[in-house]
Structure formats: C-alpha cells, structure tokens
C-alpha cells in the first residue's frame, strides 16, 4: 500500500494536478516574472562582492554605501571622551608623558580617558570600518598600508574622532584649564559640531615657497568634535587620493613613498586639516565665501558653520610668533610641550647648505628676508664658487664643536 505522503501516491498526485490546474495561466507567468525581477534585485545589491579588474584607482576601493554624517545641530553635547595615541598604553608611559595624560584626568575626572597605541590601533580600525562596522575596506586597507608614523598618526586621530567624538590631544600636550572652558558660556552647545582654534596666523608668508603652505593653519594638536562629523571622514578620503597620487609619481606602493616635511603638513597635517575646515564652512555658508581673512588677528572667538574657532591663544599660546601670548594668559586652554615631536628627523626640512632651515626664523619678518636674500644670491652664484662656500661651511661647522670647548674651558679657568 502506498503511504499517503509517498511521491507515488495516487490521491497525492491527484490532488497536486487539481491544484495545478486552478492556477490561472496569468499567475503562473505574473509569479515568474517577479522571481525574475527578485533575482534581478539582489545581484544588484550584491554587485560590490562582484570581483572587477583593478585599475589604477582601485587599490583602495571603496563600498559606495553611503555614511550617515553628523547632521548640524543633531547632537546636543560633546562626548566626555579624551583620546590620546601613543607606541604605548599608559601604564608604560615615560615619566614626562605620564605627567601631561595626567593633567586630562586630573581636570576632568567625569570624563572617560583612553590612548589608542602601536598594538591595539589596527584593531580598533578593523573593528569599526571592517564588514562587521562601516564596511569601509578601503579605509581599513589604506590604514595597514602606511608605515610612516605621522602619516598614521594622523590618520588614526581622523579616523577615532569620526567615530567616537570628544577630545582628542597630542601626548605631549597638557590641560591647563577643564575641557568645560574649551566653550565660552555665550554659546549654546547643541548648535556647536567642533572646537577649534588658531594655531599659525601669518597670511603676509602665504606666497612664500617654504613657509606658505604653513602660513595659515588651524591647530590639529588638540580640538574637540561630535561623532561623525563629515570634516573626519573627507580628511581620510583626501588623504587616500594624495598617497594614491604621491605613490603613483614615485613609482611605488603607499607603504614606501618618501615624503618631506612640508608634504607631511600639506598632506595629513595641520595645512591639510584647515583645508577640509575651510571646504566645510563654505558648504553651510549658504553662499558666503569663508577664508583665511575671516580668522586673520581673531580677537575673540567665533562660529562658522557650526564649527566654533577660539583665538590662538586657546590651544596654541607661547610660540613666539603670531601674537599668541603665553601659558600664563587666562584664555590658553592648553600647553604644547612638543617633547613627542621628533618626526621631522624622518621627514627632513628643506635645508640649505648654507644658511640652514628657514623655519628657525620662526616667522620673524626681518629674518625671513634676510635669509631669501641670502639664497637668492648665493643661486646666482657659479657651480664652483657655490662649492667652495660650501665645503667652508662644513669646515667652520667641523671646527665649532672644539672652538666651543676652548671658550668653555678659557671661561672656567681662575
């Protein structure tokens, strides 16, 4: 006997073509087409799993889902987040650095406090720009590709106040006063989407050839932002380009081009971050042009586009240059020590064999000209006399170590 749920039972087979005939032949066909058009839809949706040839542009490739940006006025407060990226975690800290990460805490004790480090960074992209994240793999692989450690140390500041907001601070740079005065008491917070201040303000060197670049500069050490605000992420998005450029015109992969000082603060840097600043207040300006002369001798804070701009003095007092006051001045928010930055020994300035750096002016007019006039005349000069001062020069710095030791020991003697 046949089991009634047996493929070969006759009152199953019976059933299943009355069945079948009482389907219209317009719904056989309607019910076709729509798988049809379902498989049509996920190969679609899928399309980006779809292997393609690279080209030139694809080392990086981007997942075109789009990001959700921090809208202007979405968030109502700050994030009590400090972060800070060091080779170490902070129980290994040197006694210097122990001193100004203590200062953060010390002021702020409500806050949360951390330090991404050389160990735990990779990680921390991985987990929140990987699959499992904002599936951004461009990102993730552009982040592993870099090996010059400004470079990534940019990137990864971009990349943690995208996602998280809050403080971020250079290792090296100690709170003076709680991150609460980072914010006059005139402005309404919710309507605030970052905190920046001043650091070089010297537009009458914006034409020059070394110190242009450098001449008007928003300061990258210390600001304060709300999660996913969209500067973050075009900052990344610039950078990937201009490594993509920089290793193509030297013929090699990212992790390999050799770059110089000033590329590092044009490319990543402080030059790098007042560009996309600038880009994005024209954006909300609703028409108005936003530029340098906006900011020029600030002298008291000011909102731009949701993005709040404190005077140089807040975040960069005590250089010796652009008016910026000093440490003891009520409005310096923070204190750059600068014992962390040794970077530029992998990234060299353009030094002259004559008359060195033109950054050890720092900005001093007279300076400035004296040593363009210097360079320019020494450029005119023929191969063989430039040479010549060239090798005396070397010979006057070869002799000043021991010049410098008679004169110490001549002072010294009764």
């Given at each position: 006997m046949n089991s009634p749920i047996s493929p070969l039972s006759p009152r199953l087979a019976s059933t299943t073509a009355k069945f079948r005939n009482r389907i219209p032949v317009q719904l056989k066909r309607a019910i076709s087409i729509y798988l049809a058009c379902v498989c049509v839809l996920l190969i679609i949706l899928n399309v980006d799993l779809i292997p393609s040839a690279s080209g030139s542009r694809s080392v990086f490739r981007r997942n075109t889902t789009?990001?959700?940006?921090?809208?202007?006025?979405?968030?109502?407060?700050?994030?009590?987040?400090?972060?800070?990226t060091w080779k170490v975690d902070p129980f290994s800290f040197e006694q210097r650095d122990f001193i100004t990460a203590r200062s953060w805490?010390?002021?702020?004790?409500?806050f949360r406090y951390e330090v991404l480090t050389d160990s735990n960074d990779m990680g921390y992209i991985?987990?929140?720009f990987g699959s499992e994240g904002l599936n951004r793999i461009d990102i993730v692989d552009l982040y592993r590709s870099v090996n010059a450690t400004i470079i990534k140390a940019d990137l990864l500041r971009y990349l943690v106040m995208y996602i998280e907001g809050g403080i971020y601070a250079d290792i090296d740079v100690e709170a003076l006063r709680p991150v609460h005065k980072f914010i006059p008491e005139r402005y309404d917070e919710s309507e605030l989407d970052m905190v920046i201040g001043v650091e070089i303000d010297q537009p009458q060197f914006k034409d020059h050839k070394i110190l242009g670049k450098k001449s008007e500069?928003?300061?990258?050490?210390?600001?304060?932002?709300?999660?996913r605000h969209p500067v973050m992420l075009q900052l990344v998005e610039n950078i990937k380009d201009?490594?993509?450029?920089?290793?193509?015109?030297?013929?090699?992969?990212i992790g390999e081009v050799a770059l110089d000082f000033d590329q590092v603060i044009s490319g990543t840097g402080p030059s790098a971050f007042t560009v996309a600043i600038l880009e994005e207040m024209n954006r909300r300006s609703n028409g108005a042009s936003i530029t340098w002369n906006d900011f020029h001798d600030l002298g008291e804070s000011k909102v731009v586009g949701g993005i709040l701009v404190l005077d140089i003095e807040?975040?960069?007092?005590?250089q010796g240059h652009s008016d910026s006051g000093n440490h003891n001045a009520r409005g310096a928010l923070v204190k750059h020590n600068y014992h962390a930055s040794n970077w530029p020994s992998r990234h060299p300035r353009f030094n002259h064999p004559i008359y060195g750096e033109v950054e050890r002016c720092n900005w001093d007019p007279d300076c400035v000209a004296r040593w363009d006039e210097d360079v320019a005349i020494f450029d005119l000069l023929p191969p063989e006399e430039q040479q010549r001062r060239i090798e005396e020069k070397k010979t006057q710095d070869n002799n000043r170590p021991q010049l410098e030791l008679k004169a110490r020991l001549l002072y010294t003697c009764p």
């Amino acid at each position: 006997m046949n089991s009634p749920i047996s493929p070969l039972s006759p009152r199953l087979a019976s059933t299943t073509a009355k069945f079948r005939n009482r389907i219209p032949v317009q719904l056989k066909r309607a019910i076709s087409i729509y798988l049809a058009c379902v498989c049509v839809l996920l190969i679609i949706l899928n399309v980006d799993l779809i292997p393609s040839a690279s080209g030139s542009r694809s080392v990086f490739r981007r997942n075109t889902t789009a990001q959700k940006h921090l809208h202007h006025g979405e968030s109502k407060s700050f994030p009590k987040k400090i972060w800070q990226t060091w080779k170490v975690d902070p129980f290994s800290f040197e006694q210097r650095d122990f001193i100004t990460a203590r200062s953060w805490t010390a002021k702020n004790p409500s806050f949360r406090y951390e330090v991404l480090t050389d160990s735990n960074d990779m990680g921390y992209i991985e987990q929140h720009f990987g699959s499992e994240g904002l599936n951004r793999i461009d990102i993730v692989d552009l982040y592993r590709s870099v090996n010059a450690t400004i470079i990534k140390a940019d990137l990864l500041r971009y990349l943690v106040m995208y996602i998280e907001g809050g403080i971020y601070a250079d290792i090296d740079v100690e709170a003076l006063r709680p991150v609460h005065k980072f914010i006059p008491e005139r402005y309404d917070e919710s309507e605030l989407d970052m905190v920046i201040g001043v650091e070089i303000d010297q537009p009458q060197f914006k034409d020059h050839k070394i110190l242009g670049k450098k001449s008007e500069s928003f300061c990258q050490w210390t600001f304060m932002a709300k999660p996913r605000h969209p500067v973050m992420l075009q900052l990344v998005e610039n950078i990937k380009d201009w490594l993509t450029d920089i290793s193509k015109q030297q013929g090699v992969r990212i992790g390999e081009v050799a770059l110089d000082f000033d590329q590092v603060i044009s490319g990543t840097g402080p030059s790098a971050f007042t560009v996309a600043i600038l880009e994005e207040m024209n954006r909300r300006s609703n028409g108005a042009s936003i530029t340098w002369n906006d900011f020029h001798d600030l002298g008291e804070s000011k909102v731009v586009g949701g993005i709040l701009v404190l005077d140089i003095e807040a975040f960069a007092a005590g250089q010796g240059h652009s008016d910026s006051g000093n440490h003891n001045a009520r409005g310096a928010l923070v204190k750059h020590n600068y014992h962390a930055s040794n970077w530029p020994s992998r990234h060299p300035r353009f030094n002259h064999p004559i008359y060195g750096e033109v950054e050890r002016c720092n900005w001093d007019p007279d300076c400035v000209a004296r040593w363009d006039e210097d360079v320019a005349i020494f450029d005119l000069l023929p191969p063989e006399e430039q040479q010549r001062r060239i090798e005396e020069k070397k010979t006057q710095d070869n002799n000043r170590p021991q010049l410098e030791l008679k004169a110490r020991l001549l002072y010294t003697c009764p």
